[in-house]
């Protein structure tokens, strides 16, 4: 019996080929045991994926994925996960469960206001009319996200291919301002009173790429030891990564810092484009035991 697992699939609620019921018909094809959503700034993708989960008899877990300013804590201006804006981090928040997502939705509501209007203007850098050529290949009228990626896929005329290519080279990008990325104490303070698990998602510095698809970028990797520390110390008791991403050095460096902070640890491959196996073979490895065991953990804590 597989006991594979992947916590973090996007769907079409933020950027992904797969709508919430297919994500789960994928990850039940592809062998896994259990399958987590998490979108961009909303959960909207999450009843109809937990539908879906129980309809095929696969257990599944709820997050979402946001970015929060940090230039006034003790992280500053440093290069932490976000390779856009260096006073800027990525958050994944885990074990969502029904009952909080409305009050999930509420908070990030200014989240993807801001979002909209910053999307406008990028496309009006890009030529490209926000109503008519980006907002279709969104799920925006059901409470999805509208992500840079889209912007891009409309720009690239849907091909996912040229969407690579303007990723690496945006030219109209337009900075996140601090409307569209809440303070981390403010994101903290919430996840801390309804109960749910902010994760910091570790990126790793880039030298050879592992995937053989990155460029050669300096992230967290010099000041890795102080980083946790100054996470911990900002409230944030997880960390996630996805073990095909790094080197098994980094992953050895990063879990024994998880291991002196008694952080959680979670795990989940990237799911956004087409192609992308479901099933991530690094971590069958024995050294990624307790991921398993997370994923249950969250699912339990969800009380699906």
């Not at 979402?64 to 856009?84: Q, S």
């Not at 979670?266 to 971590?283: H, K, R, T, W, Y």
Request: one cysteine or more; a negative charge; proline letters at 5%.
């Amino acid at each position: 019996m597989s006991r594979d697992v992947n916590n973090h699939i996007h769907t079409t609620y933020s950027f992904s080929p797969y709508t919430p019921a297919q994500a789960v018909r994928e990850a039940k094809a592809a062998g896994l045991a259990a399958a987590g959503i998490v979108d961009h700034d909303t959960v909207a993708g999450a009843p109809e994926f937990i539908a879906e989960g129980r309809r095929m008899d696969l257990p599944v877990t709820v997050g979402f994925e946001l970015r929060v300013y940090h230039a006034h804590t003790a992280i500053g201006n440093r290069r932490t996960n976000h390779p856009d804006q260096a006073e800027l981090s990525y958050l994944t928040v885990h074990a969502v469960p029904s009952d909080k997502f409305d009050a999930v939705t509420e908070f990030l509501k200014p989240v993807r206001k801001a979002r909209g209007e910053r999307n406008r203007a990028m496309c009006k850098r890009l030529e490209l009319d926000y109503e008519n050529d980006v907002l279709p290949l969104s799920m925006y009228h059901q409470g999805g996200t509208v992500t840079e990626r889209h912007i891009l896929f409309a720009k690239a005329k849907e091909d996912y291919a040229e969407l690579a290519r303007l990723k690496s080279e945006f030219a109209g990008y337009i900075p996140a301002g601090r409307d569209e990325c809440p303070d981390i104490d403010a994101v903290l303070d919430f996840t801390a009173q309804n109960g749910l698990i902010a994760a910091y998602p570790y990126l790793g510095d880039v030298v050879n790429s592992v995937t053989g698809d990155k460029k050669a970028q300096a992230f967290e990797d010099s000041y890795l030891d102080e980083l946790i520390h100054i996470l911990y110390e900002l409230g944030i008791r997880a960390i996630t990564y996805m073990p095909s991403r790094n080197t098994r050095e980094q992953l050895l460096r990063l879990r024994a810092l998880c291991n002196r902070y008694d952080m959680l640890q979670i795990s989940g491959e990237d799911i956004n484009s087409p192609g992308q196996p479901f099933v991530c073979e690094a971590l069958r490895d024995p050294l990624f035991q307790n991921l398993y065991d997370t994923t249950w953990m969250l699912i339990e804590r969800e009380g699906r």
